[in-house]
């Protein structure tokens, strides 16, 4: 049998989202939503040109999509059911469960909701939640709940999802579920239609959401950080990938899920596999339960037999479970396409931690082929790390320190660069081509000293960072620090030190400074590294680049904590589950802080030539401080030969701005400050080294980026 991969809530997509997978019209009725969730113009929650959606409003966007479907399709204070279960030929719900049957609507909640779910032997619920997608109550059998317009957290609407299950696929059964819907009762104190107050892009929208619910969300969203019952439980990015994704969902401890995928090739093509796993700690006593569900890449079903639970699957011996996939004849087959995916989930679990302590337990357990089951246990003890957006900050800086270490010969010494960064010589993400860079990983686990040279070169600094991207400080020419162990946010006590030397003195001047800063560490330790898969990484990074051009990380500088306002990113190590934070220390990995060094950003589009504007940099001159932009490729690194100018030969309009022309037409070569275009667009960071302040950089910033805005 081929290998699997239960990646057990670090995926999304999880979902039971309303969204159309054929056309944008239930029967006659356009409703607005396009094929697999997109939004049309006709939906009367978006407009050309309206509010541009991002990380900040995408769910709100998502909600208010499906908030005015709803009212479309069944007219508002009223539930739609589904009364036969899900047709395989017109489905309308990604990744749906189809052990349940659906029921939806949106309600008034201005004048007051009573929700009533009358005693049933089986699973049947109500979910209720606001336009932040932020669940409000879930309603079980033998429940009342009563809501005002004080529980929502945004608007004045609430979505009802009925799952109602079914006793048995036949007639007999159906006829009882449909009975069983109709006894819900529902009361609402007033009947205001819905009309979302803010009118959304959908282009933006639909740009945004397409790579959020990409390949990289599927493996690396952490499911219950995503469905939460509370505003403050939010966690970039889980909440807007899981609720693109997964629209709609439950949180944690009403319901769990998994999201299975193929862990080798042959699984991947629809090669007989098989998985095998103890039964999920659920309240079966309280009609909770366990099912999987099976998808191809798009998360539709597409085969006959895709779903089995715990009501149908049939035990072994001891109680596990073993299900078969293309496997015909072999106990609890099921079906599945190329590039497929399953949805396991866990309705009621006992608790959280249960059901985490569960997961940990499969995962530590993964089915292996039959010609490797012998060797399963010394395989998993050479199994690598897996890398999620928690933990990629700290598998980059694995990389990154033992690739230092290689070039350096050792800890405790420099590999000195002494020729600028090129295409083909740099060695991080965002190198500076007018900066020479010298790099090393020092052991501090007994303390080191730094002693910077005095001014040599225009620019020169020493920049300390541990691996998990904590700063450590900037030191400068002239001065002396000292780095304690406890200054250290990670367990291993080994520092990346990263040196910058302009090179306008020359380069003979800037290699002669590099070889004067003294770094005295008292130990000497190897280092060794956790680990982490480098396969995942480079997934990782690849999605997390592709972020910058969709939209995922908004347009601010790099450092910009987006989470809260006004701060500097991770100045303790205790920042990690910051999406800014991973998303800045990823792409812009050894970037540092605000106060030494801003980084205003903009995208532009590939063109023959586009003149970007700007006014003076505001850096300490006087100090050293300098300013330098380069042009890179999307992806954040060097792809052209001509790709960055400095304040030390580029050229002043006669009002004191600059314009820089990227672009490699013969007319662009003919301007002054001309950089080459790379491929595909570039992406532009105007590094200001050593601002005036942090509120100078930030207005030049805003001015710089609403100048250039749509080029």
Same mark, same amino acid.
């Given at each position: 049998?081929?290998?699997?991969?239960?990646?057990?809530?670090?995926?999304?997509?999880?979902?039971?989202?309303?969204?159309?997978?054929?056309?944008?019209?239930?029967?006659?009725?356009?409703?607005?939503?396009?094929?697999?969730?997109?939004?049309?113009?006709?939906?009367?929650? /978006?407009?050309?040109?309206?509010?541009?959606?991002?990380?900040?409003?995408?769910?709100?966007?998502?909600?208010?999509?499906?908030?005015?479907?709803?009212?479309?399709? *069944?007219?508002?204070?009223?539930?739609?059911?589904?009364?036969?279960?899900?047709?395989?030929?017109?489905?309308?719900?990604?990744?749906?469960?189809?052990?349940?049957?659906?029921?939806?609507?949106?309600?008034?909640?201005?004048?007051?909701?009573?929700?009533?779910?009358?005693?049933?032997?089986?699973?049947?619920?109500?979910?209720?939640?606001?336009?932040?997608?932020?669940?409000?109550?879930?309603? &079980?059998?033998?429940?009342?709940?009563?809501?005002?317009?004080?529980?929502?957290?945004? $608007?004045?609407?609430?979505?009802?999802?009925?799952?109602?299950?079914?006793?048995?696929?036949?007639?007999?059964?159906?006829?009882?579920?449909?009975?069983?819907?109709?006894?819900?009762?529902?009361?609402? $104190?007033?009947?205001?239609? &819905?009309?979302?107050?803010?009118?959304?892009?959908?282009?933006?929208?639909?740009?945004?959401?397409?790579?959020?619910?990409?390949?990289?969300?599927?493996?690396?969203?952490?499911?219950?950080? $995503?469905?939460?019952?509370?505003?403050?439980?939010?966690? /970039?990015?889980?909440?807007?990938?899981?609720?693109?994704?997964?629209?709609?969902?439950?949180?944690?401890?009403?319901?769990?899920?998994?999201?299975?995928?193929?862990?080798?090739?042959?699984?991947?093509?629809?090669?007989?596999? *098989?998985?095998?796993?103890?039964?999920?700690?659920?309240?079966?006593?309280?009609?909770?339960?366990?099912?999987?569900?099976?998808?191809?890449?798009?998360?539709?079903?597409?085969?006959?037999?895709?779903?089995?639970?715990?009501?149908?699957?049939?035990?072994?011996?001891?109680?596990?479970?073993?299900?078969?996939?293309?496997?015909?004849?072999?106990?609890?087959?099921?079906?599945?396409?190329?590039?497929?995916?399953?949805?396991?989930?866990?309705?009621?679990?006992?608790?959280?931690?249960?059901?985490?302590?569960?997961?940990?337990?499969?995962?530590?357990?993964?089915?292996?082929?039959?010609?490797?089951?012998?060797?399963?246990?010394?395989?998993?003890?050479?199994?690598?790390?897996?890398?999620?957006?928690?933990?990629?900050?700290?598998?980059?800086?694995?990389?990154?320190?033992?690739?230092?270490?290689?070039?350096?010969?050792?800890?405790?010494? /420099?590999?000195?660069?002494?020729?600028?960064?090129?295409?083909?010589?740099?060695?991080?993400?965002? *190198?500076?081509?007018?900066?020479?860079? *010298?790099?090393?990983?020092?052991?501090?686990?007994?303390?080191?000293? #730094?002693?910077?040279?005095?001014?040599?070169?225009?620019?020169?600094?020493?920049?300390?960072?541990?691996?998990?991207?904590?700063?450590?400080?900037?030191?400068?020419?002239?001065?002396?620090?000292?780095?304690?162990?406890?200054?250290?946010?990670?367990?291993?006590?080994?520092?990346?030190?990263?040196?910058?030397?302009?090179?306008?003195?020359?380069?003979?001047?800037?290699?002669?400074?590099?070889?004067?800063?003294?770094?005295?560490?008292?130990?000497?330790?190897?280092?060794?590294?956790?680990?982490?898969?480098?396969?995942?990484?480079?997934?990782?990074?690849?999605?997390?680049?592709?972020?910058?051009?969709?939209?995922?990380?908004?347009?601010?500088?790099?450092?910009?904590?987006?989470?809260?306002?006004?701060?500097?990113?991770?100045?303790?190590?205790?920042?990690?589950?910051?999406?800014?934070?991973?998303?800045?220390?990823?792409?812009?990995?050894?970037?540092?802080?605000?106060?030494?060094?801003?980084?205003?950003?903009?995208?532009?589009?590939?063109?023959?030539?586009?003149?970007?504007?700007?006014?003076?940099?505001?850096?300490?001159?006087?100090?050293?401080?300098?300013?330098?932009?380069?042009?890179?490729?999307?992806?954040?690194?060097?792809?052209?030969?001509?790709?960055?100018?400095?304040?030390?030969?580029?050229?002043?309009?006669?009002?004191?701005?600059?314009? #820089?022309?990227?672009?490699?037409?013969?007319?662009?070569?003919?301007?002054?400050?001309?950089?080459?275009?790379?491929?595909?667009?570039?992406?532009?960071?105007?590094?200001?080294?050593?601002?005036?302040?942090?509120?100078?950089?930030?207005?030049?910033?805003?001015?710089?980026?609403?100048?250039?805005?749509?080029?």
């Amino acid at each position: 049998m081929k290998k699997l991969i239960m990646i057990a809530l670090s995926a999304l997509l999880v979902g039971c989202a309303t969204t159309s997978h054929g056309s944008a019209t239930h029967g006659e009725k356009d409703t607005g939503v396009g094929k697999n969730g997109v939004a049309l113009l006709s939906s009367p929650s /978006f407009k050309k040109g309206g509010v541009p959606v991002d990380m900040f409003n995408i769910v709100r966007a998502e909600t208010a999509k499906y908030f005015a479907e709803e009212i479309i399709l *069944s007219g508002g204070n009223r539930m739609r059911h589904e009364r036969t279960g899900i047709d395989l030929k017109n489905q309308t719900v990604i990744r749906s469960n189809f052990d349940l049957i659906y029921s939806y609507g949106v309600y008034d909640v201005s004048g007051g909701l009573e929700v009533t779910v009358p005693e049933y032997d089986l699973y049947q619920i109500v979910h209720i939640f606001d336009e932040n997608h932020i669940t409000l109550a879930v309603v &079980y059998p033998g429940d009342t709940v009563k809501l005002s317009q004080d529980d929502v957290t945004y $608007g004045n609407h609430v979505y009802l999802f009925m799952r109602t299950q079914r006793r048995t696929a036949d007639a007999a059964g159906l006829k009882e579920l449909n009975k069983r819907q109709d006894a819900v009762f529902i009361k609402a $104190g007033s009947n205001k239609p &819905y009309v979302s107050e803010v009118k959304y892009d959908p282009e933006t929208f639909n740009k945004l959401r397409k790579h959020l619910i990409g390949p990289y969300g599927i493996k690396n969203a952490i499911i219950y950080k $995503g469905f939460v019952d509370n505003l403050e439980d939010i966690v /970039f990015p889980h909440y807007q990938m899981v609720n693109l994704g997964g629209w709609a969902g439950l949180p944690a401890k009403h319901a769990f899920y998994f999201v299975v995928v193929s862990g080798d090739e042959g699984a991947k093509n629809g090669k007989p596999s *098989s998985m095998t796993f103890s039964p999920p700690p659920v309240q079966y006593g309280k009609n909770g339960y366990w099912s999987l569900t099976l998808y191809n890449e798009q998360g539709w079903v597409a085969t006959e037999k895709f779903n089995t639970n715990s009501h149908k699957a049939t035990p072994n011996a001891d109680g596990s479970y073993t299900l078969n996939f293309n496997t015909p004849g072999a106990i609890n087959n099921l079906d599945v396409v190329e590039n497929w995916n399953g949805l396991f989930r866990c309705y009621l679990p006992e608790s959280v931690d249960s059901i985490l302590e569960f997961k940990a337990e499969v995962m530590q357990g993964l089915p292996a082929s039959d010609s490797g089951r012998t060797t399963a246990d010394s395989a998993a003890k050479k199994t690598p790390r897996p890398v999620n957006l928690m933990t990629v900050v700290q598998a980059e800086s694995e990389l990154m320190f033992k690739k230092a270490i290689a070039r350096a010969g050792g800890v405790n010494k /420099f590999d000195h660069g002494r020729k600028p960064a090129t295409p083909k010589t740099q060695k991080i993400v965002r *190198s500076q081509s007018d900066m020479l860079y *010298s790099h090393g990983v020092f052991d501090a686990s007994e303390g080191l000293t #730094v002693t910077m040279p005095e001014p040599m070169t225009g620019y020169h600094s020493l920049h300390l960072f541990d691996a998990s991207h904590a700063q450590l400080g900037v030191v400068y020419s002239g001065e002396t620090r000292t780095i304690k162990p406890g200054d250290i946010s990670t367990t291993d006590k080994h520092v990346y030190a990263l040196m910058r030397t302009s090179t306008d003195a020359g380069l003979e001047t800037a290699n002669r400074a590099q070889d004067l800063v003294k770094v005295k560490a008292a130990a000497s330790a190897a280092y060794v590294g956790p680990g982490y898969d480098e396969e995942q990484l480079a997934q990782a990074k690849r999605f997390l680049a592709a972020a910058v051009p969709a939209g995922l990380v908004k347009a601010k500088t790099a450092y910009a904590n987006e989470v809260v306002p006004g701060t500097t990113l991770l100045k303790d190590g205790t920042d990690i589950e910051k999406f800014h934070y991973i998303s800045s220390s990823l792409l812009g990995w050894a970037l540092m802080p605000n106060e030494d060094a801003y980084y205003p950003q903009l995208g532009i589009k590939e063109s023959g030539c586009t003149a970007v504007s700007f006014p003076k940099p505001p850096v300490q001159y006087d100090k050293g401080g300098y300013w330098s932009f380069t042009a890179y490729g999307i992806d954040g690194y060097l792809r052209t030969e001509k790709a960055v100018i400095s304040c030390y030969e580029a050229k002043a309009n006669a009002d004191g701005t600059y314009t #820089v022309h990227v672009g490699n037409s013969e007319t662009c070569r003919t301007h002054d400050n001309r950089l080459e275009m790379p491929e595909g667009g570039a992406s532009i960071t105007l590094r200001l080294y050593r601002p005036t302040s942090i509120s100078d950089a930030r207005a030049f910033e805003a001015k710089f980026r609403s100048d250039n805005a749509g080029k």
